[in-house]
């Protein structure tokens, strides 16, 4: 079955934890791309990878880390310095990073802070 | 700065009852304009690309199209399935890696 991937669907982090989110496709898409999603605004841009072993940094990267060591993986990494981490996180890919082709979506995790 | 505005932020129909979403965007040299339909708990589903104005493209129930400044997602005889947040996007003009600005996205509630 093709498509992306992430996991946990749910993640609970206490304060001052790191915490990994994984992003799996099989679409052999070169470009990966990590959203953060808050209620009542637009989808922000953390990072994203168009080859593996480079990333970008986003809008929004402070507080979070990545790593493209295989085409088929761009986990993203939650630090204890991301000051509001709650959230729903957003993987996608496409086939190329260049041109105006769409984005697809895996199903998202969603981190709560305790 | 490249904008992406969506209105309304939501928007209740009774099942039968058509209407348009909109989406405006300020950026010069549109090179595309994606629009995706999200469940609540879910990632965006693709719906449609848009390339160029005048362009219409329909699934089903949906029909998006596109001037110089805005796109309209016109929902025709609505359902309850198709409630769903519906969001908009345009790849940024100073950016060559496939970067998108989204619009927050419009919420639909379609009731019986």
């Known amino acids: 079955d093709g498509g992306i991937t992430q996991s946990p669907k749910y993640l609970f982090r206490k304060e001052g934890q790191n915490v990994t989110l994984s992003c799996e496709q099989n679409l052999n898409h070169d470009a990966m791309y990590w959203y953060r999603q808050d209620p009542g605004q637009g989808l922000r841009l953390i990072y994203y990878s168009q080859i593996v072993n480079d990333f970008q940094k986003g809008d929004i990267a402070e507080g979070y880390s990545v790593s493209r060591e295989k085409k088929e993986s761009f986990p993203l990494t939650v630090t204890s310095a991301q000051k509001n981490p709650t959230a729903f996180y957003l993987c996608?890919?496409?086939?190329?990073?260049?041109?105006?082709?769409?984005?697809?979506f895996g199903p998202g995790t969603r981190l709560t802070v305790l | 700065e490249d904008q992406v505005t969506q209105s309304p932020e939501a928007l209740r129909l009774q099942e039968g009852e058509s209407s348009s979403l909109n989406c405006s965007y300020t950026v010069s040299g549109l090179r595309g304009l994606f629009w995706y339909r999200q469940d609540p708990g879910k990632g965006p589903e693709f719906l449609f690309t848009l390339y160029s104005a005048g362009e219409e493209k329909e699934k089903e129930r949906l029909k998006a199209t596109l001037t110089k400044k805005e796109s309209f997602l016109h929902i025709t005889a609505p359902k309850p399935e198709d409630s769903a947040t519906y969001l908009c996007?345009?790849?940024?003009?100073?950016?060559?890696?496939?970067?998108?600005?989204f619009g927050a996205g419009t919420q639909v509630v379609v009731t019986p």
């Open positions: 996007a345009v790849p940024l003009t100073t950016d060559s890696w496939g970067k998108l600005q």
């Open positions: 996608a890919t496409k086939s190329q990073p260049w041109g105006g082709n769409e984005q697809f």
